[in-house]
């Protein structure tokens, strides 16, 4: 299994003429897992060798704007690429609590209609991840109270097990992708794509024959 990062902007609080608000791409077997969404991302990904059709995940560490204005905007811009009528599989975009209702509102008040489905999966923070008084609670905003309607986009809603420390977004052959806490102004996560250890291909019984 192969990995590669490119890096689409290592900027802080706005985009700049030469470096673009935070953002990064991972690239595993074919597929492009975007780390981050700041405002300008898609205008860095038409810069870098990377195909914008590719990406399948996308993953927001906090609500701060400079690490997501960019998703609406990006997002409609896969959708102006897409094929009408093809079975695209779910873009899977990973967060905060309240970025599923963040997503669907400014898609519907912009009138935007995505040609492929996405689910958002929004991680429940607890209040130690942020300093007294920064914390809010978004849990009302579900889709079946002021947030997102029932047919609004799918997804889970991961919280922390008890006596867990990080949280299990997926598991499949190779790796293992987790979330874990971190103390910023307001609540935020870490990721760790953990590879799987891999059994060798040596022949063991040719290497003893060879001494």
């Known amino acids: 299994m192969s990995m ?17 608000s935070s953002a990064l791409v991972l690239s595993r077997e074919g597929e492009c897992w975007l780390f981050d969404c700041g405002e300008g991302t898609q205008t860095q990904v038409m810069r870098s060798h990377l195909r914008a059709g590719k990406i399948t995940k996308i993953f927001i560490t906090h609500l701060h704007g400079d690490h997501f204005f960019g998703l609406p905007g ?48 929004e991680l429940v923070p607890t209040p130690d991840q942020c300093p007294v008084g920064e914390f809010r609670d978004f849990s009302c905003l579900d889709r079946d109270g002021e947030g997102v309607p029932a047919g609004g986009p799918g ?40 590879e799987k250890p891999r059994p060798g291909r040596l022949n063991v019984q040719r290497l003893q024959d060879l001494g």
Request: aromatic share 12%; glycine share 8%; hydrophobic share 40%.
């Open 155 to 194: 997804g889970r809603t991961l919280r922390l097990a008890p006596g867990e420390t990080s949280y299990l977004l997926e598991e499949d052959e190779q790796v293992v992708l987790r979330a874990f806490r971190l103390f910023h102004r307001v609540p935020s996560f870490g990721f760790v794509v953990e």
């Open 4 to 20: 590669a990062i490119t890096f689409l902007g290592t900027g802080a609080a706005f985009p700049s003429p030469s470096r673009g």
């Open 74 to 121: 990006l997002l409609c811009t896969l959708s102006l690429q897409s094929t009408p009528g093809s079975n695209k599989p779910p873009v899977d975009i990973y967060g905060p609590l309240g970025l599923r209702s963040f997503l669907w509102r400014s898609l519907e008040l912009s009138h935007s209609q995505l040609l492929f489905p996405y689910a958002v999966h």
